[in-house]
């Protein structure tokens, strides 16, 4: 109804050219009007960007410049929470420890999600419930639940200590380790593909058939087609995924205060769950240090916007799309 | 066809209009109205586990019933969730007009002006602020402002397992000295089986402060800088370090592994220091027997010891002092409310709700415990605004040294790096 509305000017007007001299004509007069209406109607999506996103960046850009305790006015310091960042070891550690959770966690998990999207992409029996099935861990992923399911999993003489006695490894609980913890988390994320899982079996059933065809006809096997034919073609659905994923994992967070906090405080044991987005909340609503906390946040968006970057002008030596289609 | 749309055109700006007036609505409705029919709400938030929670509600439906005209609305949450909650609550002018505090942030809280100053209250006559017992009608006082309300009394004490102890040969008594908890701990820990003389308390923050204060020294100094020297600190971490290497305190690992529990009630140690009504927890998280024992002395006499207490607080914007004091005045001086209560929030605070409740169980332990350390009791210092944090730091930092993560030494500099962020000195 709204959409018939405001398209059918346009499609009336179709030779505007002779009403531009008069731009006060009825005509004009009642599109304005129906502009006005569709701005209307986005207004509560415009007041949500600029309240809630648009407006808080902004300030937080400016509280990064200042000393702020949430409390007192904040005062401008300059550069100083950035000089302090890389002054401050526990910044250098989060920093490593986000590192190695993306740069362990995000191969592993594209790698477990085009694994089973090349499992599921043939038709079978049962093909559906096994698709849900994968799929249905990512859509409960970020919860705080799962995060503690995850915690009691692999805690002190739980399941999965239990399990290693078994085969004779008495190593504890993993979440108290602080040599485990980090990949109990990375274990966590892995589990989500199923989200990556799916844009793979999309990507996979454009692959054309014949091409598998031909090349088993000059008699390419399994990997070369593989190789050959299939990473090539999914290639702009990997740079997708590779894209959102490691997007996604830079800014973990639910999980790792999850898992981190069987303590009381989070960051796990020896600050081996340390992730830069716990300690950019704790420096913030705990040590109320709010200016530090912003800079620690733009600094993640640079961080982040930076390694796009890199990843977009790596594409074009990895990346194929296919020509005449709008891909791009 | 422009008279169909000149139609059309208003009715769509209408039907926009309408949405924009509907959220105005929705987000006006969301504020909140006013006080109808002369009834006051009042929200009230604390730190705590689910059983606090259940005790507080039946104490709250208490004061309802009392004073019908008030309503009060709750919110919990653990200890750390609660104070990010509240800042961030506090910071956009909604704190909660009642919450539970405590001596370590009446500073940190009141130098930002976040605390009602309850005087003029007592003054008015909402908020009695006698028959409280000794040492804690003082205790919410800063700086000539009354900021806290005690509603219970902690003091720091040896969670013990006295069966070890006793076949050490070894009775915890006042007086008792650190060499003979130290020797204590390490026969029971050299003896066969499993169990550990202690925990590893080296980043306990008020344990040290009580070591010391034995030595004329305190955590804290009274102008808001740490009384202690890096070399003081580098003997403490260094003499728990090497106990813990030796094998007398448990192992880093195990007592982050054995988390949620403390390792005295997960049976990995003999003693543990802590506040006195950690045993309630403690007792019954374990089927061991758990007792209250002194904290050791350096000279023979001298604990250190303090009371430390829960509070509760108003928030400085509250549209309802009046009825914040009638609150806090109930939940401190109804005897109803401290049977209901117990020793869950420590020793009750007042002379009517200590008499009306009958301690039994680890509650007749943690009465009998205040009462045998009543004669050692020091003035408390309030803590400096930032000393959360610093204790936060002192916990982590020590834990990563028994880990086996950093040295003694770096941890050190790093501790006093980061105390020293935090008090702003």
Same mark, same amino acid.
């Given at each position: ?30 599109? #304005? ?21 648009? !407006? ?33 070891? #526990? ?40 698709? /849900? ?9 970020? /919860? ?89 073609? %999914? ?11 490691? %997007? ?19 960051? !796990? ?5 340390? =992730? ?17 906390? /912003? ?20 594409? #074009?030596?990895? =990346? ?7 891909? #791009? | ?305 303090? %009371? ?118």
């Amino acid at each position: 109804m709204t959409r018939t509305q405001m398209t059918r000017p346009d499609v009336v007007e179709r030779p505007r050219t002779p009403h531009r001299r008069t731009p006060e004509g009825p005509r004009a007069a009642g599109r #304005r009007r129906e502009t006005l209406a569709g701005y209307l109607f986005l207004t509560p999506w415009c007041v949500g960007v600029l309240l809630l996103t648009l !407006g808080p960046m902004l300030v937080s850009l400016y509280l990064a410049f200042t000393d702020y305790n949430l409390f007192d006015t904040p005062r401008w310091i300059g550069l100083r929470n950035f000089r302090d960042m890389f002054a401050d070891d #526990r910044w250098w550690h989060s920093v490593r420890v986000t590192l190695e959770y993306v740069l362990v966690g995000t191969p592993l998990k594209l790698a477990a999600a085009l694994g089973v999207a090349l499992l599921l992409v043939r038709p079978r029996r049962g093909q559906g419930f096994y698709r /849900s099935a994968f799929y249905a861990p990512s859509l409960i992923g970020a /919860s705080v639940s799962i995060g503690i399911v995850w915690r009691s999993v692999f805690q002190d003489d739980a399941v999965v200590d239990r399990a290693m006695r078994f085969v004779g490894w008495d190593a504890g609980g993993w979440v108290g380790d602080p040599d485990w913890s980090l990949p109990t988390l990375v274990t966590l994320t892995v589990w989500q593909f199923g989200a990556p899982m799916v844009i793979f079996l999309a990507g996979l059933k454009q692959v054309p058939r014949e091409l598998y065809e031909a090349a088993e006809v000059d008699g390419a096997g399994v990997w070369r087609r593989f190789r050959s034919i299939t990473l090539p073609m %999914i290639s702009p659905v990997l740079f997708f995924n590779l894209l959102l994923e490691l %997007i996604h994992s830079f800014q973990v967070f639910t999980s790792a205060v999850v898992l981190g906090g069987s303590g009381g405080g989070a960051g !796990g044991p020896a600050d081996s769950l340390l =992730v830069y987005t716990w300690y950019l909340y704790e420096q913030g609503f705990r040590n109320l240090r709010m200016g530090y906390a /912003s800079a620690m946040a733009w600094m993640l968006m640079l961080g982040i916007g930076l390694l796009t970057a890199v990843l977009f002008r790596t594409q #074009r030596g990895w =990346v194929h799309y296919e020509e005449g289609t709008d891909a #791009r | 066809m422009s008279v169909r749309r000149s139609v059309r055109g208003p009715r769509g700006l209408r039907a926009a209009g309408a949405a924009v007036a509907a959220l105005a609505l929705l987000a006006a409705g969301c504020g909140g109205g006013d006080p109808d029919g002369g009834t006051v709400t009042i929200r009230y938030s604390w730190w705590g586990a689910q059983d606090r929670a259940e005790l507080i509600r039946k104490t709250i439906a208490l004061f309802e019933k009392d004073h019908p005209h008030i309503k009060v609305k709750t919110d919990f949450a653990e200890y750390a969730d609660f104070w990010s909650k509240f800042n961030t609550q506090a910071a956009g002018g909604n704190a909660p007009d009642v919450f539970q505090n405590s001596v370590a942030f009446l500073r940190k809280y009141g130098e930002k002006n976040l605390l009602l100053d309850l005087n003029a209250q007592v003054e008015a006559g909402n908020l009695g602020m006698d028959d409280f017992r000794a040492g804690l009608d003082k205790a919410g006082e800063v700086d000539g402002r009354l900021l806290g309300v005690p509603v219970g009394g902690n003091t720091f004490a040896l969670v013990y397992n006295p069966e070890a102890f006793e076949r050490v040969g070894v009775t915890p008594a006042a007086g008792w000295t650190w060499d003979e908890f130290d020797a204590a701990v390490h026969k029971i820990s050299a003896a066969e089986g499993d169990l550990y003389g202690a925990s590893d308390n080296g980043g306990v923050m008020y344990l040290y402060d009580l070591y010391l204060r034995q030595n004329g020294k305190a955590f804290f100094t009274a102008d808001k800088k740490l009384g202690f020297t890096e070399a003081d600190l580098r003997q403490w971490w260094g003499a728990h370090y090497a106990d813990n290497k030796a094998g007398d305190l448990v192992p880093a690992k195990k007592s982050e592994q054995i988390k949620p529990k403390s390792s005295v009630s997960g049976d990995l140690s003999a003693a543990e220091f802590t506040w006195d009504n950690f045993i309630v927890r403690y007792a019954a998280e374990t089927d061991t027997e758990l007792a209250l024992a002194p904290v050791p002395t350096t000279d023979g006499t001298r604990t250190g010891q303090y %009371i430390s207490s829960l509070m509760l607080s108003g928030s400085a914007r509250t549209q309802h002092p009046e009825e914040v004091a009638e609150f806090i005045d109930f939940m401190v001086h109804d005897p109803e409310v401290g049977k209901t209560m117990g020793y869950n929030r420590g020793v009750l605070p007042t002379n009517a709700q200590f008499d009306a409740y009958e301690p039994t169980g680890v509650d007749a332990q943690i009465a009998a415990y205040e009462k045998s350390v009543t004669g050692v009791i020091e003035p408390i210092t309030p803590h400096p605004a930032g000393a959360d944090v610093a204790e936060a730091a002192f916990l982590r930092i020590y834990a990563e040294v028994a880990l086996g993560k950093t040295s003694v030494d770096d941890a050190v500099t790093q501790f006093f790096s980061e105390a020293k962020t935090a008090l702003g000195s």
